[in-house]
């Protein structure tokens, strides 16, 4: 059983610091260290902390926790009042400085300068690590990935890649060039290229981009692609649908399968209220589709390039929404006629 509390007292000199925050609430890459340090000491088996700091700092404080640790917050004056109750007779051990983990040390920083040399250090720590797990990090120099991030073995991450928060990435990826990807949780043999994702499910074999936008809850299925100048947003998507490129999805229910066109959109937000789109199975939907919902698509339906789609297209049925061609002969030259007189 664990025999030690640490208690860590926020450094308040917040004039040295960009943002006005302590030293221990500073972000490196993208987490900030006072997270850092208790997974640090949480690797040691120390679980149980008392953070000392100003309330205004005090929410902040406690969502840097990791999960698994015991921890309260207070004043100063509440650590005197609280320490021997919330210890429970554990060796109480107070770190007063600010301090950064760095391999297997703990090194103290009295600047925000002085943090930027060791965030050098432990980002080219990280990188080495994933390698060693079997990742090609291919430039360190020009890739940034979260600590709390994990990637499978025989996955390429290319230069300008930034992997930050709980993100999970899967086997055979190739993440890259000059993606982020933020909370997000990637299947195996992914590509995301160019490309943005946020708070979403991607399964396995998935191709996004290049230039693609995944907006959170988002969840793509086995095989499925968002191309080129994709966006999608609080969707889902069944295995093999495809949306190569220069299409809008939002606020949708998808099926496995699904071909849209290029130029195709969800009309999802009427001024006040956003509204679903439903489409089912195997539906193939031509360029330039718009789709205005609450509207539903039935599984194996065709709708036909151009329609703007208003009302429910039943399973297996041809939609067409636009208006028919007509030729006037000789319009053309006696226009260009008028004009030149």
């Known amino acids: 059983m664990d025999k030690k509390c640490i208690v860590i007292f926020m450094d308040e000199e917040t004039d040295q610091t960009y943002n006005r925050k302590p030293l221990m609430l500073q972000d490196v890459l993208f987490c900030p260290v006072l997270n850092w340090c208790m997974r640090a000491w949480m690797k040691k088996g120390v679980m149980r902390f008392f953070i ?42 107070e770190v007063r400085e600010a301090m950064m983990p760095v391999g297997s040390m703990m090194l103290s920083f009295r600047t925000t300068a002085e ?26 120099d020009c890739t940034y990935i979260d600590p709390r991030v994990t990637i499978g073995a025989g996955t390429t991450i290319l230069p300008g890649t930034i992997l930050r928060g709980h993100t999970v990435i899967g086997e055979n990826c190739e993440i890259g060039p000059n993606a982020m990807i ?5 299947g195996d043999g992914c590509v995301v290229n160019a490309s943005q994702a946020f708070e979403s499910v991607l399964g396995k ?31 889902s998507f069944g295995p093999g649908t495809k949306m190569s490129h220069l299409t809008y999805v939002g606020d949708a229910d998808v099926g496995s399968g699904v071909n849209f066109g290029c130029g195709t959109i969800t009309s999802n937000y009427d001024g006040f209220r956003k509204h679903r789109t439903v489409i089912g199975d195997n539906v193939f939907i031509g360029c330039n589709t718009n789709l205005v919902p609450p509207v539903e ?26 208006v028919r061609q007509e030729n006037k002969a000789g319009w053309a030259k ?8």
Do not use: S
Request: charged share 30%.
């Open 52 to 93: 000392v700091c100003e309330e205004e700092y005090q929410q902040e404080a406690m969502a840097c926790v990791p999960e698994g640790a015991a921890a309260a917050v207070g004043t100063e004056e509440e650590y005197h009042r609280d320490i021997g109750e919330f210890a429970h007779g554990r060796w109480v051990e």
């Open 115 to 140: 943090l930027v040399r060791l965030r050098q250090a432990v980002k080219e720590d990280i990188a080495i690590f994933h390698q060693k797990t079997g990742v090609r990090v291919l430039d360190i």
């Open 182 to 186: 933020v909370d997000c949780e990637i």
């Open 205 to 235: 074999g998935v191709h996004v981009g290049p230039y693609a936008h995944i907006r959170p809850n988002c969840r793509l299925g086995d095989g499925c692609k968002a191309g080129a100048f994709v966006e999608i947003k609080n969707a």
């Open 297 to 322: 698509v039935g599984g194996g339906a065709y709708i036909a390039a151009g329609t703007t789609v208003t009302q429910d297209v039943e399973a297996d049925a041809l939609a067409i929404g636009r």
């Open 334 to 341: 006696k226009r260009r006629e008028l004009g030149g007189k």
